[in-house]
C-alpha cells in the first residue's frame, strides 16, 4: 500500500489562512476517504473533516465555518484550506486515509502521513 | 456528540506483564466502528485493531480487542519494550463523525 506526505508552510501568522497539501504516493485518491487531523502539542486527536471521490466533504462541526478540503485527482493530491487562524490551531496536522476490509468501510484511519507541525504566530 | 473516554489515564507496567486499557463511550457505539492506535513521540498514530477486534495488518497478536456498545478494553498479552507508547479508541459514527479519546499512557514501570 502507499504512504501520504503532506507539505506547505511550517508558519502561519494570525487571522490568516494556513493550506496544506497531502500528496498520495503509490496509490490513486479514487474511492477512498481522505481526511485531515490534528492534534496541538501534548494533547489528543482531533478529526477535522474528509473529502471522498468526485468531492463530496464533511467536516467537523465545531471547524466546519473555517475549513474547506480539495482534492486534485490527476497530482494525487488533497489539500486542507483554514481560515482565520489563531494559536489554538498551532498543531501537527496529519492526513490520513480511511481504509476498507475488501468492500466493508472500517470506519478506521489505516494510512498516516508523518505529520506536519503548524505553528500560528506573529 | 459521542464523548470517548479511556481509563486509566496511565499504566505503568514491566515488560512481560498483561495490558488491560479500557475505552467507554458516552452512548452506543457499532462495534464495527470502534479502533485503537498505537503512538509513540514523533510518530504519527498506527491503527492497531478495527471493528473493535479485527487486528489490523501486521499488527501482532499480541494485541486483542473486545467490546460492545459502550465498553470497549484493548488488550496487550504481554508488554514488550516497543510497547511503552500512548492509546487512543476512536469511534466513526456520530457527529462529527469521527472522534477520538484523550488517550491512556503505557510507561515503564
Known amino acids: 500500500q502507499g504512504h501520504l506526505q503532506e507539505s506547505g508552510p511550517r508558519l502561519v501568522k494570525p487571522s490568516q489562512a494556513l493550506t496544506l497539501t497531502c500528496t498520495v504516493f503509490g496509490g490513486s485518491t479514487s474511492g477512498y476517504y481522505w481526511n485531515w487531523i490534528r492534534q496541538p502539542p501534548g494533547k489528543g486527536l482531533e478529526w477535522i473533516g474528509y473529502i471522498y471521490g468526485t468531492g463530496s466533504t464533511i467536516y467537523n462541526p465545531s471547524l466546519e465555518s473555517r475549513v474547506t478540503i480539495s482534492a486534485d485527482t490527476s497530482k494525487n493530491q488533497f489539500s486542507l484550506k483554514l481560515n482565520s487562524v489563531t494559536a489554538a490551531d498551532t498543531a501537527v496536522y496529519y492526513c490520513a486515509r480511511v481504509g476498507f476490509s475488501g468492500y466493508d468501510f472500517q470506519g478506521a484511519f489505516d494510512i498516516w502521513g508523518q505529520g506536519t507541525m503548524v505553528t500560528v504566530s506573529s | 456528540e459521542i464523548v470517548l473516554t479511556q481509563s486509566p489515564g496511565t499504566l505503568s507496567l514491566s515488560p512481560g506483564e498483561r495490558a488491560t486499557l479500557s475505552c467507554r463511550a458516552s452512548q452506543s457505539v457499532s462495534s464495527s466502528f470502534l479502533a485503537w492506535y498505537q503512538q509513540k513521540p514523533g510518530q504519527a498514530p498506527r491503527l492497531l485493531i478495527f471493528?473493535?477486534?479485527i487486528r489490523a495488518t501486521g499488527i501482532p497478536d499480541r494485541f486483542s480487542g473486545s467490546g460492545s456498545g459502550t465498553d470497549f478494553t484493548l488488550t496487550i498479552s504481554r508488554l514488550e519494550p516497543e510497547d511503552f507508547a500512548v492509546y487512543y479508541c476512536?469511534?466513526?459514527?456520530?457527529?462529527?463523525?469521527?472522534?477520538f479519546g484523550p488517550g491512556t499512557t503505557v510507561d515503564i514501570k
Open positions: 471493528g473493535a477486534s
Open positions: 476512536q469511534q466513526y459514527g456520530s457527529s462529527p463523525l469521527f472522534t
